[in-house]
């Protein structure tokens, strides 16, 4: 696990990162209601896109509000490898200066993504592009996700792959001298894979276009555009997009602002409405509705979570959002919802806990193939600590009884994100929840534990 500590401005490479490798375990017991105002930090998927695509703009490109995790961090040195100058210039304040579409240098190592499956998956798209060969790694976590998904189209578009059994990592791609564009329909809604063709489209002459059933998170299209490229995005029908994008346009350096992250936003406000009597406000959450689902769910569920100060930057808009604690009732969450909040089933899965009555997610096969096996781990957090829950397929149900018995150890199987639901959940429980590891959650959320703790939580 590397942390970036509070370091001084200039070139990423001087930036100053502590290593351990020792699990950090945690227990999570019930306080006094939350309270307090909060910003978390930058949204994830924004702060890879801006620096990958900082990376390939001629001139400046200058970030506020970066996610300094892990994933990110990882995805920084990538680009520095890659040839561009990368350089931290103030607390979450970045710049990058690009190469240009199709410049990137031969790295001379291999490129290592930690955990990040986003990271990994969006710099391949953007090396295939290039006529260079890199190698592609990752933690153990990673080495075990699928990469054909992202390879099948790359290759189509001309690069080359020699990866292990199943196009695991560690892969090495060599990105086309001559990329072609294509027409790509998703085979499921992954945001990483329309991203992927779509920065590998940049590189090729004439017109890309990708399409997909249900739509996925349109950061990166957003964020084209706000780069200076051609591409648009049209609605076909009630569910479903066409993204069309002009190669080879000349992006320009721009400035982007991260705004919060909804998905880590989400533990926060899953532990307000649970821990009675709490009343929390979180600033500049990113209020995107294709990464909104949760929000939309736990309104279902009758939370009260109330949004001001609505605005935008660069096609992103964001919203203050106050929430109260509030009694939840168990809902149904339709399949389709799943790419708007594929990332919060587990926390969703904790607020089902505490509802009264049975909460229904449907169609969730992708949670399979995230940093672990998403579905049967949020089944084995919640019955560990004594909540009656199924997986039916590729449903999960969970019988809410209105509060939970807790006492458990969770396993966390490096997963961020099933170290905080699990933490949340013991914010409410009758026995303290422990964690056999917390060290995954600098990857997206390094100051978690301090933030909850200011707010009330009772983590020790
Ligand atoms: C992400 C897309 C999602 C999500 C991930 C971030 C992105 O993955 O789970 O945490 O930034 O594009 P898929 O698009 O593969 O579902």
Redesign the pocket.
């Known amino acids: 696990m590397w942390y970036l500590r509070a370091s001084p401005p200039g070139l990423f490479k001087d930036t100053i990162l502590t290593h351990s490798d020792q699990p950090r375990p945690l227990q999570s017991r019930a306080s006094g209601p939350l309270t307090g105002k909060v910003r978390v930090p930058g949204d994830?998927?924004i702060s890879?896109r801006a620096l990958i695509l900082g990376a390939l703009a001629v001139g400046e490109t200058r970030i506020s509000g970066l996610l300094e995790g892990e994933d990110v961090l990882n995805t920084a040195k990538s680009m520095q490898a890659l040839g561009a100058r990368v350089q931290r210039t103030g607390d979450f304040a970045w710049t990058v200066n690009g190469v240009g579409v199709g410049g990137f240098a031969q790295p001379k190592a291999p490129l290592d993504f930690g955990n990040s499956?986003?990271g990994c998956r969006l710099v391949m798209g953007a090396v295939a592009g290039c006529p260079i060969s890199a190698v592609f790694d990752g933690d153990a976590s990673l080495r075990s996700r699928p990469m054909r998904r992202i390879l099948d189209p790359l290759e189509k578009m001309g690069a080359r792959v020699t990866a292990g059994e199943g196009g695991r990592l560690p892969l090495t791609l060599q990105g086309a001298r001559d990329p072609l564009p294509i027409t790509y329909q998703t085979p499921v809604?992954?945001?990483?894979?329309k991203?992927a063709v779509l920065l590998a489209g940049l590189a090729a002459p004439g017109t890309t276009t990708v399409v997909e059933t249900e739509a996925?998170?349109d950061?990166t299209e957003l964020m084209l555009r706000h780069f200076g490229a051609d591409i648009t995005s049209v609605q076909e029908g009630r569910h479903g997009r066409r993204i069309t994008l002009v190669g080879q346009p000349e992006l320009h350096g721009a400035n982007v602002a991260v705004p919060a992250d909804p998905s880590s936003a989400a533990f926060p406000i899953v532990a307000a409405l649970i821990v009675e009597g709490s009343d929390v406000v979180l600033s500049d959450v990113m209020t995107n509705p294709l990464r909104t689902g949760l929000f939309t769910t736990l309104r279902e569920m009758g939370a009260s979570i109330e949004e001001s100060e609505v605005r935008g930057d660069a096609g992103e808009p964001m919203a203050r959002l106050r929430v109260r604690a509030s009694k939840l009732r168990g809902v149904e969450v339709p399949p389709e919802r799943a790419?708007s909040m594929?990332?919060e089933y587990l926390v969703l899965a904790v607020a089902a806990s505490f509802a009264e009555g049975t909460t229904i997610m449907r169609g969730l096969q992708?949670l399979r193939v995230?940093e672990s096996d998403r579905l049967e781990a949020t089944a084995a957090m919640l019955r560990v600590n004594g909540v009656t829950v199924e997986v039916s397929g590729d449903d999960l149900i969970v019988e809410g009884r209105g509060h939970v018995p807790g006492g458990g150890t969770v396993a966390t199987h490096m997963d961020h994100r099933i170290a905080m639901s699990a933490l949340v959940m013991g914010c409410a429980s009758d026995q303290p929840v422990s964690v056999d590891d917390t060290a995954f959650i600098a990857t997206s959320f390094p100051d978690f534990i301090p933030m909850m703790r200011s707010l009330g939580a009772d983590f020790s």
Do not use: F, L, Y
């Open positions: 994830k998927s890879h499956g986003t809604a992954s945001a990483q894979i991203s996925s998170r950061h790419p594929i990332d992708e995230k």
